[in-house]
């Protein structure tokens, strides 16, 4: 990354933010975007992955990139790639700060892909890091305990800058992290804390209050943390990037980001979470159960194989009436098999569990079985709600 990255003429000659986390970083990201284009700031933003179209991952004012701009990027990476293998993600994050560079940006946006010092977005230092979670996956690659995961994760931290994280509970390599390289840390709970009052919420934070905030447009209680966060980092910024209060309304009402507790139109209720995990089937569950009355809810789930299909079945098991299950494509795919086996091991009944060859099937039959009043779920990956989104564009 360094390599190419030094090669390509790709100055950010703007702040920089840096978001990793195991779950909540999305979110994140797309709160804070929002609020500074509230408050008249020209911004790029970096995301992934994608749910329909490459071109979500880059945004310039809250605007996909359009195909001609990203590919006059991408022909830019391989001009000076000199042979310099690079991964597919790699690739994309060298041609995204190529683009953002030309751009005249007032304020970027990172989102980390995979952990954290060695994800491609850390080859840009961070004017603020952020961590919004700390929870056990990809443990391939960042290690077995929130202890090791902290520790990749706070490889974006950089010496003398903020460095904010959300975890209620963060493991000693976070702190440990930043006494190293000298960040300086706030932690949710200490530096900056939320409110929640129910039809509205207050923050507190290293400029003071902020009293009255509408709830955000992302569902989930979950999300105040997230919304907490992009207003400590505006704290942080408040010199260079004042944002007023309007502009933090503004934001948290127009924020979207599919896929993200997202409710479509119309009867049955269908509800679209990429929650791949245990710690964000928790935060799903919890948002479902705060909907109110259903009188079935159809779960359609599909999962890739190195997740933890046990650890979100058991979330999300007491929420669900009925399950349509498949398989998912894709070298990191899985028949279905392990989500069919977690629902064994969690006594749900093999006469509530339907399998299916696809998750475009699974979808189907779900919205052909629900009623007005029932519910429909559909979680596991990034790929089912896609497939899911695709499926549902297509019976309308």
């Not at 009293?211 to 704290?235: E, I, S, W, Y």
Request: hydrophobic share 45%; charged share 20%; with cysteine.
């Amino acid at each position: 990354m360094r390599e190419v990255h030094s090669r390509i003429d790709a100055p950010i000659g703007c702040p920089v933010v840096t978001i990793g986390g195991t779950n909540g970083k999305g979110s994140t990201c797309a709160m804070l975007d929002a609020m500074l284009r509230g408050a008249g700031f020209r911004t790029g933003m970096y995301a992934s992955p994608h749910l329909l179209r490459y071109n979500e991952r880059v945004r310039l004012d809250g605007v996909e990139a359009s195909d001609e701009r990203l590919v006059a990027a991408f022909n830019a990476v391989e001009d000076v790639r000199n042979g310099v293998p690079l991964t597919y993600f790699e690739f994309g994050t060298i041609a995204a700060l190529w683009l953002f560079a030309r751009a005249r940006l007032d304020a970027l946006v990172l989102e980390v892909g995979l952990g954290g010092r060695l994800d491609a977005v850390n080859v840009v230092d961070a004017d603020v890091a952020v961590l919004t979670s700390i929870d056990i996956d990809h443990v391939d690659y960042l290690g077995p305990t929130r202890e090791d995961i902290g520790r990749e994760k706070a490889g974006i931290f950089r010496a003398g800058r903020p460095a904010i994280c959300a975890d209620p509970h963060p493991p000693a390599s976070v702190e440990a992290g930043a006494q190293a390289v000298g960040a300086k840390l706030l932690l949710l709970g200490r530096d900056y804390d939320y409110t929640d009052e129910r039809t509205q919420w207050r923050y507190r934070g290293p400029r003071g209050e902020r009293f009255g905030l509408p709830v955000p447009a992302l569902r989930g209680a979950h999300q105040l943390a997230n919304a907490a966060t992009a207003l400590a980092c505006l704290d942080v910024l408040h010199d260079v990037l004042p944002v007023n209060a309007q502009a933090v309304r503004e934001g948290l009402l127009t924020v979207s980001l599919p896929g993200r507790f997202q409710v479509l139109p119309g009867r049955p209720t269908v509800v679209l979470d990429v929650a791949h995990n245990p710690h964000a089937a928790r935060a799903l569950a919890g948002a479902l159960g705060n909907m109110g009355y259903h009188a079935e809810t159809f779960a359609v789930c599909a999962m890739l194989a190195d997740k933890d299909a046990d650890g979100v079945i058991a979330a999300l098991r007491p929420h669900a009436t009925r399950w349509f299950v498949s398989g998912l494509p894709g070298a990191r795919g899985d028949d279905g098999g392990r989500v069919r086996n977690a629902l064994t091991a969690a006594g749900v009944a093999s006469s509530s569990v339907r399998a299916f060859a696809d998750v475009a099937g699974a979808y189907q039959a779900a919205r052909e079985t629900a009623l007005e009043a029932d519910r429909i779920v559909v979680f596991g990956s990034f790929l089912t709600v896609a497939a899911a989104l695709s499926a549902d564009a297509r019976m309308h």
